[in-house]
């Protein structure tokens, strides 16, 4: 019982914490923001990638950079690689951005989705995105996703408590093998949507409902039957808490607050987004098991120059924190397990995992080309995880406690203008963390 108010509390401060750091530096934003938001919103980057290719007078006047309602915006990217574990891979990706009601009162509203295939017969396919209606009356946040896929996952904690050699990977894809990692082969679903009603000036409040699923669930390393048997992670851990090992699910609802006064959602120049999330996860909902969870997220937004806003510092924290119960392995808090999965930029997604995780992101956005087209980015991130004491069979793993064990990471990256209106642009970094670990990310849009 003490245990338990004693998380509780470390977990409240570690809340508590972030956002007095969060709000110590960047406050003057709020009281600007209203001020250099005009200045903002008139703004247009004098060239883009469609004009540069289509190289005619209609399609300048075409692309004048005036938001329109109701017109789409959008792009398709081609996917391709290898991986050890899925062999050869290949598909598609989609971005849009469309304003639902007047641009000089409503927010861009973006969706954005992928579809791969691989030489194995897996597939991952998502869509996720943030819709604004008009006059911002109402905005929603989607998240959806299929999987039938192998992971590599990397026990507990942000320590090195497994003696793991990194390598390359692109975005969530792995393209060397870890020695260390132990793969799991599973079908994934995953169910996300949160609706949030305006209740004041840029503040919403509202409800979401939250299902994940991991099924038919391979553990390929497991071995129960050698002279030596070998104990997984995964296995050592659903066992201890009484959950099946080979498939589980979460199900719940939340109750969100959420304070955005960013100028746009998919590539801001000024600006905040702060959400809360209180979520119950219950037997009643089809749930596995019952689990409490908080997540705090801050994204803030500086503008270094009115008259060239892509001048930007922009900060980016996450704190996410198991308050009560036992929660299935594969859905515990973990590094890069935001919307987009892109927090922690030099780690593989998933690379660190336990009951409470925090992170936080720091980056300077700057113009390259005088005419827009081309941009570049800084920046730097820290990512913390802890873990309970876990001993059964041969695994004996110590408390790890948050913020004892943090791993750093950082990096550069590129930017072209793809679509000035909609403010798409296409994103190339290049991160590295510790122990030789290297990432390479392409995507349309912002990280944050």
């Known amino acids: 019982m003490w245990t338990g108010k004693i998380k509780l509390r470390i ?25 250099t938001q005009p200045n903002i919103l008139n703004y247009v980057d004098s060239t883009d990638l469609i004009q540069v290719i289509r190289r005619n007078k209609a399609a300048k006047d075409a692309a004048s950079g005036v938001p329109q309602k109701g017109k789409l915006m959008y792009f398709l990217v081609p996917t391709i690689g290898s991986n050890p574990l899925l062999g050869f891979f290949y598909g598609v990706g989609f971005t849009g951005a469309m304003y639902l009601g007047d641009p000089k009162t409503t927010n861009v509203s973006n969706i954005t989705s992928s579809i791969s295939l691989t030489t194995k017969n897996q597939i991952i396919a998502n869509i996720r995105g943030t819709i604004m209606t008009n006059d911002n009356k109402w905005e929603m946040l989607v998240d959806f996703k299929y999987a039938d896929f192998t992971e590599n996952t990397y026990g507990l904690g942000s320590d090195y408590n497994q003696p793991i050699q990194e390598g390359w990977h692109i975005g969530e894809i792995v393209t060397t093998g870890i020695e260390g990692s132990q793969p799991l082969e599973f079908n994934q679903l995953r169910f996300h949507y949160t609706a949030l009603r305006a209740i004041g000036n840029k503040i919403y409040a509202g409800i979401g409902y939250h299902l994940d699923g991991h099924i038919n669930i391979k553990d390929l390393l497991l071995d129960l039957e050698a002279p030596e048997p070998v104990i997984t ?33 998919v590539n801001t120049y000024s600006g905040n987004f702060i959400q809360v999330s209180y979520r119950v996860n219950s037997r009643f909902l089809a749930s596995t098991t019952d689990f409490d969870q908080l997540y705090l997220e801050t994204r803030l937004f500086k503008t270094l120059s009115p008259s060239r806003p892509r001048h930007i510092l922009a900060f980016w924290g996450i704190g996410h924190f198991i308050l009560s119960g036992e929660v299935p392995y594969m859905h515990l808090p973990f590094n890069a397990s935001d919307m987009r999965n892109r927090m922690g930029r030099g780690y593989v997604a998933g690379r660190f995992r336990g009951p409470s995780w925090v992170s936080a992101e720091g980056e300077y956005r700057f113009p390259i080309s005088r005419n827009g087209l081309f941009g570049g980015v800084v920046f730097g991130s820290l990512t913390t995880t802890s873990r309970n004491a876990l001993q059964i069979f041969d695994i004996d793993q110590p408390k790890l406690n948050l913020f004892e064990a943090t791993r750093p990471a950082a990096g550069f990256g590129g930017r072209v203008m793809l679509n000035k209106t909609g403010r798409l642009n296409l994103a190339i970094d290049m991160a590295f963390g510790q122990n030789g670990s290297r990432g390479f990310y392409f995507a349309i849009g912002e990280t944050f």
């Open 11 to 35: 977990h409240s401060l570690a809340g508590a914490l972030i956002f007095f750091v969060i709000g110590s530096g960047f406050n003057p934003i709020l009281a600007q923001v209203n001020k």
């Open 233 to 265: 992670s995964h296995y050592g851990y659903s066992r201890l808490n009484g959950i099946d090992p080979t498939g589980y699910r979460t199900s719940g609802t939340s109750v969100n607050f959420v304070l955005d006064s960013r100028d746009h959602t």
